[in-house]
């Protein structure tokens, strides 16, 4: 009985030792090679002097719960590693790449530290419709892998506008496909566009970083940073088949008409309002990657969800005065402001029903309405007049409701009751509501 006790107390001793042992395998693998992984790479980047910042998700929220007991942590302090000891495959650090000097000594640095580096590169598509420098490559980002942890380096690219780019992670030729598990990764699935971080110097688990000076903002920022390029390409097509319309009369309505968008746009991320470009300026964007000289005025969409109450008082704070106000807030809802040099500022409502959104339209003459269907849509950032601006994603299927499979030929007689195929009657204002829903300055 005795010898059966003690094979079974060997047994569980035995078994717990090897329990315990995977548990410290699964500590070394998944908790402080992570923590040696960024250690290693803070260090590098340190005596490189490239100015890199943490940008991962993960870490950052866990920061941000704690952020002011975290500010308080001295340089070198020996506490529990909470933060970077977190398990995970990959830590994603930012860099600003005008201000990396040298490249080349970087690597060799890093390799000799232990690290496997890959560069994922591609051309810079600003330059995609200019045939002399379209095969210009320029770095997008860069995974150095160090044992069972790598860490990303998303690399931010000035863009005009005050704000940063980074661009779409494509493996390209003969690249190990199982270098690290790429799906896994938070940034590279699609361009992005972020506002330009202020930044801040920490203490985390003993190691200095810089991050976000908000990163609240920089975290809200990340699942609605999907960037749109604007297609040069096809742009330089459209104007060799159309000639562009250089008259000083259309430069001139240019110049107007982006100094407009841009006092709107300024106005209205004041407020707090999302908006992007709607009707004739998102063609002008897709098609020819400018504005429509023949259009004569700004138009902006607005979800009805986002409506505030002091819309019009901000516009003419600023001075733009209202031209008109059709319909209210619960139906067909549209605001024309005037700009200088007889440039009008039309932004329209949007309602989202079970299938579709649509905007609404009414004749002042007549009381008539009128409804336009677009299939529902999110929106993406893109760059415009030397602004990051928001456009719809889905922008063909936003195009085509709007201006129907031949939206590519310029049309410069124009009948908003009835040329867009996406029209439709939608009854008559009663006369006793005019008053409030047909408002003419």
Request: proline share 5%; glycine share 6%; with cysteine.
């Amino acid at each position: 009985m005795s010898r059966i006790n003690k094979n079974v107390i060997l047994a569980l001793l035995t078994l717990t030792s090897s329990a315990f042992l995977l548990f410290q395998l699964y500590y070394y693998k998944h908790y402080i090679s992570a923590k040696r992984a960024v250690k290693k790479f803070v260090m590098l980047t340190s005596s490189q002097n490239v100015p890199v910042f943490l940008i991962d998700p993960l870490i950052l929220e866990l920061i941000n719960k704690d952020l002011e007991q975290v500010k308080n942590i001295s340089h070198g302090s020996t506490s529990e590693c909470k933060f970077f000891c977190v398990p995970r495959d990959f830590t994603a650090f930012a860099l600003r790449y005008h201000l990396w000097k040298n490249e080349e000594g970087w690597f060799r640095t890093a390799e000799n530290m232990g690290f496997q580096c890959l560069k994922v590169e591609s051309k810079d598509p600003r330059l995609d419709g200019i045939d002399s420098l379209s095969g210009t490559e320029i770095p997008l980002h860069y995974i150095c892998r160090l044992a069972n942890h790598a860490i990303h380096l998303v690399v931010f690219h000035e863009r005009s506008g005050n704000y940063l780019w980074h661009g779409h992670l494509r493996l390209k030729g003969r690249v190990d496909r199982k270098f690290v598990p790429f799906r896994k990764l938070q940034f590279g699935r699609y361009p992005g566009a972020f506002d330009r971080p202020e930044l801040q110097q920490i203490t985390v688990d003993g190691l200095e970083v810089l991050i976000p000076k908000d990163p609240v903002h920089f975290l809200e920022e990340i699942p609605h940073s999907r960037f749109i390029e604007c297609r040069y390409k096809e742009a330089r097509a459209f104007f060799q088949q159309y000639l562009d319309d250089n008259t000083v009369e259309a430069m001139a309505f240019r110049k107007s008409a982006k100094e407009l968008l841009q006092l709107a746009a300024r106005t209205l991320k004041k407020l707090g309002v999302r908006f992007w470009l709607s009707s004739g300026t998102c063609l002008g964007w897709y098609r020819q990657c400018n504005i429509i000289p023949y259009s004569k005025d700004v138009d902006l969409g607005i979800f009805i969800q986002d409506y505030k109450s002091d819309i019009i008082s901000a516009f003419q704070d600023v001075g733009l005065p209202l031209k008109h106000k059709f319909g209210k807030v619960e139906d067909s809802l549209e605001l024309s402001f005037q700009g200088k040099d007889d440039v009008k500022l039309d932004i329209f409502f949007f309602y989202e029903e079970t299938d579709h959104m649509w905007n609404g339209g009414t004749q002042a003459k007549t009381g008539k309405k009128f409804k336009y269907l677009f299939p529902k849509f999110t929106l993406c950032w893109t760059e415009f007049v030397d602004m990051k601006i928001h456009v719809p994603c889905e922008t063909t299927d936003y195009i085509e409701a709007n201006y129907g499979k031949t939206w590519k030929i310029p049309v410069k007689t124009w009948d908003w009751k009835r040329s867009p195929p996406n029209v439709r009657p939608n009854g008559v204002w009663p006369i006793s509501e005019w008053d409030e829903v047909i408002q003419l300055y």
